[in-house]
């Protein structure tokens, strides 16, 4: 059974919706909802939220209500932190002390000078949660929503780092691509045609995980930015107008891109510039349809090709 302690469960619309994300799915097992405030009222609300949903769901959940936050703690597999501290009236202070000082502001929860404010009054309470996270339930993972949330996560790192998670241990850099992934290396592109102000997206696989590789627009030169391959041996790279290759929008004309990656690992692809053609009334764009116009010739295969070296 896995057991989920909501803290500031009284936020309801948080606490609505997390309950149905959890029992739409049997991902978890059989759930322990548990429900924590510190505002009596809303926690009573907080229980019902849950047993409606539990109900709706033709859940087996199990449901309870507490406000005493280390038994609500004990047992959790995951702590869920949705609190307010100071609630609407302290937000209404996180506003009205800056604009004196001439500051306005149209949100100010996650950063600014409302941000610190609330920062400032959320970090005591985030150090007494941590605190009863680390003694009474050291395995479970604290998710948190509440807000500033860089700030908090930040202190959180800072003053318990025992709660951030284990960095995966990477090993040594993989030498082979993982098996089921293709060895050979390839270039594909999101779309073959478009008109000047189309982003062509070139998404290569069977490179060598975890290296960088250069992309070469040829006769336009090469891009500064050396996307990374992923585990799975794969980029993706996205030529835009006013990016890297060219300040405006791409001119027409048909262009070669050549990937090359270490051991060898070359590919290439072609994308074509079109003219932009004035839409129908209420039709799509000729050259957003990913198909060529009549005059542009039809040769392009969708397909990059790759050369493979030793
Ligand atoms: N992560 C996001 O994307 C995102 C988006 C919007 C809001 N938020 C943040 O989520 C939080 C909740 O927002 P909301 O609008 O639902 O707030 P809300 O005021 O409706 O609910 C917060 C709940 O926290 C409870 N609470 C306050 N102090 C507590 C304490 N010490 N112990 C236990 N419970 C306590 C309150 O009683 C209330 O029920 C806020 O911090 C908000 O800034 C995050």
Same mark, same amino acid.
């Given at each position: 059974?896995?057991? /989920? ?63 005493? =936050? =280390? ?13 307010? /501290?100071?609630?609407?009236?302290? *937000? ?13 502001? *149209? ?51 800072? *003053? ?20 089921? *992934? ?43 930015? =050396? ?22 929008? /791409? ?60």
């Amino acid at each position: 059974m896995t057991t /989920i302690c909501f803290v500031g469960a009284g936020s309801a619309e948080f606490t609505r919706q997390l309950l149905r994300d959890l029992l739409s799915y049997p991902d978890l097992g059989d759930l322990n909802l548990v429900m924590h405030d510190n505002d009596p009222r809303r926690l009573v609300l907080a229980e019902q939220l849950a047993q409606i949903a539990v109900a709706h769901h033709g859940s087996h959940a199990q449901v309870r209500a507490t406000s005493d =936050r =280390r038994a609500a703690l004990r047992g959790a597999d995951f702590v869920i932190n949705t609190v307010s /501290i100071g609630g609407h009236q302290a *937000t209404l202070t996180d506003f009205d002390v800056p604009e004196r000082f001439g500051v306005r502001q *149209t949100i100010g929860d996650t950063l600014g000078v409302g941000g610190v404010f609330r920062g400032l009054r959320t970090f005591p309470f985030l150090h007494d949660l941590a605190r009863d996270v680390t003694e009474v339930c050291p395995q479970a993972w604290l998710l948190n929503y509440t807000n500033p949330m860089a700030m908090n996560i930040g202190y959180l790192t800072a *003053t318990f780092p025992a709660l951030a998670p284990a960095p995966p241990n990477p090993g040594p850099p993989p030498t082979t691509l993982p098996s089921g *992934t293709s060895t050979t290396p390839k270039l594909a592109l999101g779309q073959l045609y478009g008109d000047g102000f189309t982003v062509f997206v070139v998404h290569g696989s069977g490179f060598v995980p975890l290296t960088r590789v250069r992309v070469e627009l040829i006769g336009h030169g090469v891009a500064p930015f =050396r996307p990374t391959v992923d585990h799975m041996g794969t980029f993706n790279y996205a030529i835009d107008q006013g990016h890297a290759f060219f300040t405006g929008p /791409i001119p027409v004309g048909r262009y070669h891109i050549l990937v090359t990656g270490v051991r060898g690992r070359r590919a290439t692809a072609t994308f074509q510039v079109v003219p932009q053609q004035p839409s129908p009334p209420g039709g799509p764009s000729p050259s957003a349809s990913g198909r060529p116009p009549a005059s542009a010739g039809a040769q392009l295969t969708g397909r990059g090709s790759s050369v493979q070296g030793a």
